[in-house]
Every structure is written in C-alpha cells, then in structure tokens.
C-alpha cells in the first residue's frame, strides 16, 4: 500500500522537493519546491559542510509548506559518485560478486580507501557481462540520515539524481522508443548517458570548464554514439536537470541533426489545483526530473 512520499534533490547549488499525497484513490502532486543553499556544494565537501547547507534549505522549505510525510528519499548529485563500466563474471554468486566490486573500485580509483565507499552496480544489458560501478562516501550517506534524524524524517531510498531522472524517460517520452542520449545538467557538472534496449550502456560525469557545456557534450556523443548504436538504431536526445535553462537547450539544439527534447515529470500524476499556476510547473519543469523520480519510488 502507498504511503505519501517526498523526494528530494541537493545539486551544487539547492535542494528539491516533490512530495506525492495519495487521497481518494489517486495520486496527487502536493507540494513542488526549492531552496538555493548558502554556499556552492563541492565533490569533496566535508560532512559537516553538507549538513550546514542542507539545514537552513530545509527550514526555509518547511517555513513555505509543512510536509504531510515523513518517509523522505534522497537523489544525490552525480558528482558525489566514482562510476565506471566494468566487464565481470555473471556466475558469480552476491558474496564473490560484492568483492569482485570492491577489488575493481580500488584498481580504477587508487588514491582512495575502497572501504570509505558504498559500492553499487547498475546492470548493462543482459548479453555483454558488464555492469556500471557506482560508489559514494559513506560519510555522505551517513550525513542525509542524520540530518533525516534530526529533522524527524524516516529515509526509505538513496540514489544518484542521473539515474533517478532516466529511469522515468520510457515512461515520459510516450514513443515506444527505448534508445536514448540522455544529458543530465547540474550545476557546473554534466552526465551523460547512452541507453539502449531502455538499459544505461555507457555514463560519464564531467566537469564543465568555465560552464561550457556543449562542446564536451558533443565531443562525447561524436566519440561514442557510431560505436554503440548502429544502422538504424538511432536514438532520441534528452537533457533535464536542475542547472538546465531555455538559453542552453537552445545552444544545444543550433547543432545540425541534432533535438534535444525536455521531458515533464509531472505529467504521470495529478497536480493540486493551486500548484497549476506555479512557475516551477509552468517553466521549470524539466528541472524536477530527478526529485519527481525519486517521490515515484514507492509508486
């Protein structure tokens, strides 16, 4: 059975919510918002930093709307995360598997202590025995509980915000079409993604020098797109994200044979009627993908 169910976002820059109310034998989009924090979030910040950002955000937050729940999921940015592709033994049972993650995680990222990391994996397609290796400090983790503990809020979910974001694409984009590129804007970060058969088969995270995003965007798909989809097989573009705005969109599509679409996460459910108006709804919509994703988790 649903439970109401918030999700929420932290970039470089501010923090998202979406909450999801479930009434009368529907789901309801109740509450749409965001709060800029004090100061710009980094790969690298210390524990208490993120807790000192995070705080004064969710006041402001809570001061405009109270919540009516308290089971809260976090998307977190991608550039809290180490990820790789890896190719691994699909006969390997969970326990071998696990360590075979953690032995891949030290060789890829030398200089740090694997056991300092929550390692995960996001499976590849079924036929090529890779998978994508994910890892986040565990002092990172062990913040957003904590600061749901102070704040007397019950964490359900964690998740990187690129994921959260391009697992709504095939229920968005109402084609049937499972091939996508997808470009995921945060802050002066950018992930990009190749999916195919609806299955991520290729990410980067990259810094954008100077906020230029488009020429390492394109550099990218030039690199890789022939190598990964064939013939036919073309794939639609998408970008989203809470840094995203009109004049970047635009930037991106003045390329030849090239349309990035924006997507509406708020298009699968309900919205209350005083929310209808709201610019967040309005103009910003493709902003909320990652924050809408994870509130739909218990969907």
Not at 177 to 204: D, L, T
Not at 208 to 218: E, R, V
């Amino acid at each position: 059975m649903f439970v109401n169910h918030a999700g929420f976002s932290i970039s470089s820059r501010k923090l998202q919510v979406v909450e999801i109310d479930f009434n009368d034998g529907r789901f309801l989009i109740e509450n749409i918002d965001e709060e800029p924090f004090p100061y710009e979030l980094t790969a690298n910040i210390s524990a208490n930093r993120l807790l000192s950002a995070l705080q004064p955000a969710y006041e402001n937050i809570k001061n405009r709307k109270e919540l009516k729940t308290d089971i809260v999921s976090f998307a977190l940015p991608s550039f809290f995360f180490k990820s790789a592709k890896i190719p691994y033994d699909p006969n390997l049972i969970t326990k071998d598997l696990e360590r075979h993650l953690q032995w891949e995680f030290g060789i890829l990222f030398p200089d740090v202590n694997p056991s300092d990391y929550v390692i995960d994996k996001f499976p590849v397609a079924e036929d090529t025995n890779e998978l994508i290796l994910f890892g986040i400090e565990r002092k990172i983790l062990q913040t957003v509980h904590k600061f749901c503990m102070r704040n007397n809020l019950m964490l359900k979910y964690v998740d990187n915000s690129f994921i959260a974001s391009i697992i709504l694409l095939p229920h968005l984009t109402g084609t049937g079409k499972k091939n996508f590129i997808s470009v995921f804007i945060n802050g002066n970060y950018y992930a990009i993604a190749f999916i195919k058969n609806s299955i991520p088969v290729f990410h980067r995270v990259v810094e954008a020098k100077d906020g230029k995003y488009t020429a390492g965007i394109f550099d990218k798909i030039e690199k890789f797109k022939s190598k990964i989809f064939a013939g036919n097989d073309l794939p639609e573009y998408y970008v989203f994200g809470d840094g995203l705005q009109q004049d970047l969109i635009d930037e991106l599509n003045r390329r030849n044979g090239v349309f990035f679409k924006t997507v509406n996460p708020f298009k699968l459910l309900e919205i209350n009627q005083r929310l209808k108006e709201n610019p967040f709804v309005q103009q910003q919509f493709y902003t909320f993908t990652a924050a809408t994703g994870m509130a739909m988790r218990l969907i």
